[in-house]
């Protein structure tokens, strides 16, 4: 194992590449490979977080020794550690859920997972802008094919449409890293922030980066891709995909417009994606609230609660509460996310569907399950003491004191219109209605309910200590 | 007109040809093939950014858009036959080749 | 005991028993017994002792960091003592209650679990030692009075657990607006005697004054104020047990007690007068004092009957925190206690006239009187005291209050206080009328309680609410009554 905390972090890459590989090669010992690598990946994980709290700096690593402008590197600040660990921790309860919910017909799932893992974990270490193109396009690719991975009509559909949205954004964000090596001589970030001056070049740059990014990240009007995807997928896709996938293209976006192009005069641009946000918040749970199907619900949550991502975007270069606030936010949703979707996995496994209208026979049968969703629903409404409650409570504070009351009220209103479909499902738990034989049941097996449980104890736990993974975000500063 | 111009003009021919293709049409397929020209003029523009400048011919070429075009060439090979799969298999499912808005649910 | 610990163990003492509970099995009757009563014995146990404790001016402070600016503190003074005295005592009556009022229903499990952890969130809300941790405990209790609402199931109660929903969560959230906005303003804020936010009255006094608007907006949800009362009348389709907890323990309760803390502690009472936002909360008050008893008149439905009087009676404590002056002060914090052991004792004798007899409306009450004398008794006893007949608990609290709007300067208090106890005895007295002194139909007649061995739980709680009743009004000034505690209470809110 490494002892250099630089190496430690491609190491996060490389273990899931490899098992990718091997997996590939091996199907038949997919768990067990994929089981010994969650468990290996913990060690440098466990090592970056470390390095980071003793020594409170940031991790450089250039590779191959090529330094920037010319070679490729990679750091690791506190709050990328923070979502190293956040993606670990949801990789986990998918892993432990799909133990026994990947039959063996599924043997693609899972080098196609260990892609995707690589992919988020390169994404979130890489400096630099055309390295971020080559993870995205390995996340989306990974995505497309596990959300085809049940081979149904409705799934290939889903994912045929995923597929040439997110190409499309992909090559827009490429052509605008082309353009930025055009305006300033390098895909470095850091490099780029430096010499960074509005050119037109450079803002055209910008404006397609943003415009393929806002495609992969499904912000509102660019969502209507989510919710088929994610609603026709399995399970655990289903809660990867919500959870990490759309917030990978968010996480590229915040570093652009943060870091990079911070000094560029664009605030305007910055304040439409306020908007777009606050438009997400709303259609997304207006359209949740009307879903007939379980899992249509819950992606369409997804694409409310990404809107609480954006609505203060144009604030987290300049308050200090702002990115802590919405990386709580982001983790909280992602832990809350997969719980919700591990658990409409349950419901599937137990009724055999998702249609809300006859799940009233089948959700008293559950209450491990129902217990995960109310949970999760807690955190996703944002009452105290979630995670989903404290990133709440920050961005509300960044708002009033910048004093945009139109985010502070729409903050508190997204999670009342949250409450109206969370209570949608569980009061289907306390219907009074006798469950009976008549109707086929089957029970899921208890790993699968608890594991459910598990990640939406995860995002409630984030919110009792939240103190540690506050102060994880601020080791290191921003670069 | 020096040779990145032109090769300019036609990168932005052909970002312009693969956007329209991908935006007019419902038939996956031909939208496939409008994501590769869009890539195709990616690519082309890479090239012209790494010609040395007209004034300044000594600087030689760029290596690293070259390197750009490469490592995205790979990818781009390996989207379109992946993607090729994937729009085969949903042809003999649903025996179409477009998608179509809404009517998702169910 | 360390200090530290005791009030984290008050409140988990319920917590932990709750999430056990869950996990037991339907048929586990005996252990889930023995963990209800052990989980109530011991909080009244720590709870005796924290009484103690608090008496002597032992500083008690618990705190948890969560975030810059966001800490769990759990504080215990007299008034948030007092609270939880009242909770911990009524929660032992109403466990005892329960487990006989539920016996061999379906869902025994659940309903306990929720049934702990509601207690353990009034708990919290009484213990809160700032705005934050107050406002976590208040949605925990929204949350696990929801399953207790709708615990029988069926359309009806699906129906008015939405409606409870509706209100409770939009009382939240204003609620949650309202503390970010003060804290924006004033930082954290947390509860002291005397308040904390005088120093930015002047700067800035309209904020305020809209804060105090939201905050009652929000708070008067679950107090029942008019006109945000509507879901109360309809959460009437809980068990009577979960109707006794919302009524006199927990919900409106934590409502009201809400509203005092952030009159006294929060903004002070000088300083709320000083804004001038007392007098129109006083209106309020009054307002839905004679509205809540005009409904009342109107029930047939008994359980319905007795909601709008808490609608009626809850909103005296506002009335009294609403009077500048310690009298009133008095009067109000002392009809908190008041109010929840009379009308505990109406709700228990309301349960069991349905249990035994099948009685829901006030029609069939006729001769009831001979056939459930205990229970009659207890239920003349606490609808004599709302009354506010002397010596019972009622007519001291109402007898500060009037003195306390004279004192106060607001003397038509006096007015509306009379108004209401004319019509508190309006819709009480009929009812004692016919069960003590009419005969019924004579199926009526025929039908006779059925005999239980385990009676006893559902008979001995309303009793024995019922001498408390009796010995807060006639021993009011003996130490350790709820008044002296009151008395108490205001002192210290006086002289800070």
């Known amino acids: ?479 | 007109m020096e040779l990145s111009k032109v090769y300019m003009l036609a990168a932005a021919a052909l970002v312009a040809i693969g956007l329209f293709a991908i935006l007019r049409t419902n038939h996956v397929v031909r939208q496939l093939l409008g994501i590769n020209l869009l890539g195709n003029g990616i690519f082309l523009l890479l090239i012209a950014i790494a010609q040395a400048p007209a004034d300044a011919p000594e600087e030689g070429l760029d290596p690293v858009p070259q390197a750009m075009v490469l490592t995205g060439i790979v990818v781009a090979v390996c989207a379109t036959g992946f993607a090729l799969t994937l729009i085969e298999r949903y042809r003999a499912v649903s025996g179409c080749l477009t998608v179509k808005e809404g009517a998702d649910a169910d | 005991m360390n200090s530290a610990l005791l009030l984290p163990m008050i409140l988990f003492s319920s917590f932990f028993t709750g999430l056990i509970i869950f996990f037991l099995g339907e048929s586990m009757h005996k252990a889930r017994t023995f963990l209800n009563l052990l989980g109530a014995v011991l909080k009244v146990v720590l709870v005796v002792q924290l009484l103690a404790g608090v008496h002597a001016e032992e500083p008690y402070h618990s705190v948890l960091k969560l975030a810059p600016g966001v800490e769990i503190v759990l504080t215990a003074d007299a008034l948030s003592v007092f609270f939880v005295t009242l909770s911990a005592a009524l929660w032992l009556l109403t466990t005892i209650y329960a487990i006989g009022y539920l016996e061999r229903s379906p869902n025994r499990s659940r309903f306990f679990g929720f049934f702990s952890i509601c207690v353990s969130a009034t708990t919290g809300v009484a213990l809160s030692g700032n705005l934050i941790t107050f406002l976590l405990f208040y949605e925990l209790l929204t949350l696990s009075t929801y399953p207790l609402v709708i615990h029988k199931g069926g359309d009806k109660a699906l129906r008015a657990g939405q409606r409870y929903l509706a209100y409770t969560l939009i009382g939240g959230a204003i609620l949650l607006f309202a503390i970010a906005w003060l804290q924006s303003l004033a930082g954290p804020v947390a509860f002291v005697p005397g308040g904390a936010l005088a120093p930015f009255a002047d700067e800035h006094a309209w904020e305020l004054k809209v804060i105090f608007a939201l905050l009652i907006l929000g708070l008067g949800v679950k107090a029942a104020i008019v006109p945000l009362h509507g879901w109360l009348p309809n959460a009437m389709v809980a068990p009577a047990p979960v109707s006794s907890l919302l009524h006199a323990v927990a919900v409106v309760k934590a409502g009201a007690f809400g509203i005092v803390r952030m009159v006294y502690e929060v903004y002070g009472i000088e300083l709320s007068r000083d804004l001038g936002l007392l007098h129109p909360l006083a209106i309020v008050a009054s307002i839905t004092i004679l509205y809540g008893s005009f409904c009342a008149l109107a029930q047939d439905e008994l359980k319905k009957r007795l909601a709008y009087s808490t609608v009626s009676q809850v909103s005296y404590i506002v009335l009294g925190a609403a009077i500048f002056g310690p009298v009133a002060t008095i009067g109000g914090i002392v009809h908190l206690f008041h109010q929840g052991i009379m009308k505990i004792t109406l709700f228990f004798a309301a349960g069991n006239y349905a249990q035994a007899l099948g009685i829901h409306r006030i029609s069939q009450m006729n001769g009831v009187g001979r056939k459930m004398p205990w229970t009659t008794v207890a239920f003349s006893v606490g609808a004599l005291g709302m009354i506010g007949v002397p010596p019972l608990a009622g007519y001291v609290s109402k007898w500060y209050l009037q003195k306390g709007g004279v004192e106060g300067g607001e003397p038509w208090i006096s007015a509306v206080l009379s108004m209401s106890s004319l019509l508190n005895a309006a819709y009480f007295l009929p009812i004692l009328y016919r069960a003590w002194f009419l005969s019924g139909s004579p199926e009526q007649e025929a039908a006779s309680p059925a005999k239980r061995t385990d009676w006893w739980m559902l008979v001995l709680p309303p009793v024995l609410t019922a001498l408390f009743v009796v010995y807060a009004g006639a021993f009011a000034e003996t130490p350790y009554s709820p008044l002296e505690w009151a008395k108490m209470i205001a002192q210290r809110e006086y002289e800070p």
């Not at chain 1, 780029?192 to 495609?215: D, E, F, R, S």
């Not at chain 1, 359209?287 to 992606?299: H, P, S, T, V, Y």
């Open chain 1, 1 to 479: 194992m490494p002892t250099d905390p630089a190496t430690a972090a491609l190491w996060l890459v490389l273990i899931p590449l490899v098992t990718a590989v091997i997996t590939f090669l091996l199907p038949s010992a997919g768990r067990c490979l994929v089981t010994v690598a969650l468990a290996i990946a913990l060690l440098p994980l466990m090592q970056l977080i470390q390095y980071l709290w003793v020594v409170d700096g940031s991790v450089i690593h250039a590779l191959g020794g090529w330094a920037a402008p010319l070679g490729i590197a990679v750091s690791v600040q506190g709050d990328k550690a923070f979502l190293l660990a956040l993606i670990w921790l949801v990789c986990v309860g998918v892993g432990l859920y799909s133990l026994r919910y990947m039959g063996e017909g599924y043997k693609a799932f899972w080098p196609l997972w260990m892609c995707l893992w690589a992919g988020l974990n390169g994404l979130v270490i890489a400096d630099d802008l055309f390295n971020l193109y080559v993870t995205l396009e390995l996340i989306g690719l990974a995505a497309v094919a596990l959300t085809a991975l049940t081979g149904e009509a409705a799934a290939l559909k889903a994912a045929v449409r995923y597929l040439i949205l997110g190409l499309t954004g992909s090559l827009l964000y490429l052509l605008g890293v082309a353009l930025t090596y055009a305006a300033y001589g390098a895909v470095d970030m850091p490099t780029v922030a430096k010499v960074m001056t509005a050119t037109p070049t450079g803002n055209v740059a910008i404006a397609l980066m943003t415009v393929g990014l806002c495609l992969k990240a499904a912000i509102f009007p660019a969502h209507v891709w989510l919710p088929p995807a994610h609603a026709n997928a399995k399970a655990p896709v289903s809660a990867l995909l919500s959870a990490l996938v759309v917030k990978g293209a968010f996480l590229i976006l915040v570093r652009l417009w943060c870091d990079v192009y911070r000094n560029a005069q664009t605030s305007g641009a910055q304040e439409w994606l306020g908007y777009l946000g606050a438009a997400a918040l709303l259609w997304g749970a207006s359209q949740a609230i009307i879903q007939q199907r379980l899992k249509m619900l819950i992606a369409y949550s997804t694409v409310a609660q990404l809107g609480y991502l954006f609505l203060l975007f144009p604030l987290i270069p300049t308050h200090a509460n702002a990115w802590p606030g919405v990386l709580l936010m982001l983790a909280a949703h992602a832990l809350a996310k997969t719980a919700f979707f591990l658990a409409a996995g349950n419901v599937i496994w137990a009724a055999g569907h998702d249609r809300l209208r006859d799940l009233d026979i089948v959700m008293p049968r559950l209450p491990v399950t129902a217990f995960a969703i109310a949970l999760a629903g807690v955190s996703l409404i944002g009452l105290p003491p979630s995670g989903g409650f404290l990133g709440k409570w920050l961005l509300l504070g960044v708002a009033m004191e910048s004093e945009r009351w139109w985010a502070a009220i729409l903050l508190v209103m997204g999670g009342l219109l949250a409450s109206v479909y969370i209570f949608r499902v569980l009061m289907l738990v306390f219907s009074g209605k006798a469950p009976s034989d008549a109707v086929s049941f089957q029970a899921p097996p208890p790993i699968m309910e608890w594991a459910a449980l598990g990640m939406a104890l995860a995002a409630i736990a984030l919110g009792l200590a939240s103190e540690l993974p506050l102060a994880l975000i601020e080791r290191g500063g921003r670069p």
